[in-house]
């Protein structure tokens, strides 16, 4: 198994969901902003007696995400799954945000979802397929969270198409829409939502779903 590539990964849904799949037997290749953060999941993947590496790259520098997605597939080959974490959640109201600064979060929440789409997605489908998850939220819009309303619409139509192009190659697109605040030992505990990732992951061609919502 070439394994699982997670992209911003955080303490909470991104290190839940690489020591899910580091449990099932796929190594992990964890890439988080801070090289202390990636360091920390890789150990807790390393813990369960999992195989994990970490590499630090920011999800909207494209030059060094591209480069942290090659240095993971250089150490567990093409991946079998995918899940991009990588997020800004702010509340913000209309017009509280500058230009610039709405573009960062369009930045965190989408783009950068489409370039590791655009540099792994090609080699997943040549070598018969695998997972491309997203982690989504926000199911309906809030005046009280304008940037993360929109980024999360966006992820949505960027799955859509992803799986336009993806699927027919066999590669499953798909997004995990959490609805509510995630925190440790509450209603909507990562571990639990970590589920619905590995559970996405081994949806056979007709079973696949292309967005899971969690909620409570």
Do not use: C
């Amino acid at each position: 198994m070439s394994g699982l590539i997670i992209v911003g990964a955080g303490p909470l849904i991104g290190r839940s969901v690489a020591r899910r799949f580091g449990r099932e037997g796929l190594p992990v290749a964890v890439v988080a902003r801070r090289p202390a953060a990636a360091d920390e999941v890789a150990a807790a993947v390393r813990a369960d007696g999992g195989r994990a590496v970490a590499f630090a790259a920011d999800a909207t520098d494209e030059k060094g995400l591209r480069a942290a997605l090659d240095a993971a597939v250089e150490a567990h080959g093409v991946p079998d799954a995918v899940v991009y974490n990588a997020g800004l959640i702010r509340a913000d109201r209309l017009g509280e945000l500058a230009s610039d600064e709405f573009l960062a979060t369009l930045a965190v929440n989408v783009v950068g979802a489409l370039t590791a789409a655009a540099h792994l997605g090609p080699r997943m489908a040549a070598t018969g397929g695998g997972a491309f998850l997203i982690t989504g939220g926000m199911p309906q819009p809030l005046a009280s969270h304008v940037s993360l309303s929109l980024g999360k619409a966006g992820v949505r139509a960027a799955a859509d198409m992803l799986a336009q192009e993806l699927g027919p190659s066999g590669v499953h697109v798909a997004t995990v829409t959490v609805a509510g605040e995630v925190r440790t030992g509450t209603a909507y505990d990562p571990d639990d939502i970590a589920d619905l990732y590995w559970e996405l992951y081994r949806q056979s061609p007709e079973e696949w779903e292309r967005e899971v919502l969690f909620a409570r």
